[in-house]
């Protein structure tokens, strides 16, 4: 007879996001708020947002995953930046909405790995290529600490900013309530042709 199976020591359930501190942030797209978040994975995340949340529902909200080399180095090899500032602008607009910015460069791959990602695609591999050759999925982002801000600010549902069907499979799991989606469109150049038409053809991407 095999022996009972060990009942390990559960700890209490932490929370997997911690309020840390709200601002003022005037911006070139308008006055918004940003609240900064503490999370139970050792990373600090940030929301951008206008208007009085708790309670509110459909809230415009850009899921926005962070970007170095395109939202602040101004690559022209994603679109990364011309989303997060669309989004910005459209939401400066009106009288809520919220831009969370998620903490999962190169589609979750890391930094590191989105460059060696790069000088593969500089060699002739599209994105999703080059993410399989370096034995990757194309997409390894999560959204459940983004619903957990989410319920943290209070939002009751949502309207999502995005071109990515996958997106709202991936809130929606978490409990997050989206009652439709805008598409967030930006203009083309010859640098990320390409990698626009992998997205549409391989991940799906309404462009």
């Known amino acids: 007879m095999?022996?009972?199976?060990?009942?390990?020591?559960?700890?209490?359930?932490t929370p997997p996001v911690r309020w840390a501190g709200e601002a003022v942030l005037p911006s070139r797209y308008g006055d918004f708020r940003i609240v900064a978040?503490?999370?139970?994975?050792?990373?600090?995340?940030?929301?951008?947002?206008?208007?009085?949340?708790?309670?509110?529902?459909d809230v415009p909200v850009r899921l926005h995953s962070e970007c170095l080399t395109g939202d602040v180095m101004g690559s022209l090899r994603c679109d990364c930046r011309d989303q997060l500032e669309a989004a910005l602008e459209r939401i400066a607009q009106l009288d809520r909405g919220a831009v969370v910015y998620l903490r999962q460069e190169g589609r979750g791959i890391g930094l590191a790995n989105k460059i060696r990602a790069y000088a593969l695609q500089d060699a002739?591999?599209?994105?999703?290529?080059?993410?399989?050759?370096?034995?990757?999925?194309?997409?390894?982002?999560?959204?459940?600490?983004?619903?957990?801000?989410?319920?943290?600010?209070?939002?009751?549902?949502?309207?999502?900013?995005?071109?990515?069907?996958?997106?709202?499979q991936g809130i929606t799991a978490h409990g997050i309530?989206?009652?439709?989606?805008?598409?967030?469109?930006?203009?083309?150049?010859?640098?990320?042709?390409?990698?626009?038409?992998?997205?549409?053809?391989k991940s799906g991407h309404l462009l």
């Open 124 to 168: 002739g591999l599209d994105t999703v290529e080059a993410n399989h050759a370096l034995g990757f999925d194309d997409d390894l982002r999560r959204y459940d600490i983004a619903a957990a801000i989410l319920r943290e600010l209070g939002v009751k549902s949502i309207i999502l900013l995005t071109n990515n069907p996958k997106k709202i």
């Open 37 to 57: 978040f503490e999370s139970v994975d050792g990373k600090d995340y940030a929301v951008v947002f206008r208007g009085d949340l708790r309670g509110a529902e």
């Open 177 to 201: 309530v989206v009652h439709g989606t805008q598409a967030v469109r930006t203009a083309e150049n010859p640098h990320n042709a390409r990698y626009l038409a992998t997205k549409r053809a």
């Open 2 to 13: 095999s022996a009972a199976p060990t009942i390990p020591n559960v700890p209490v359930e």
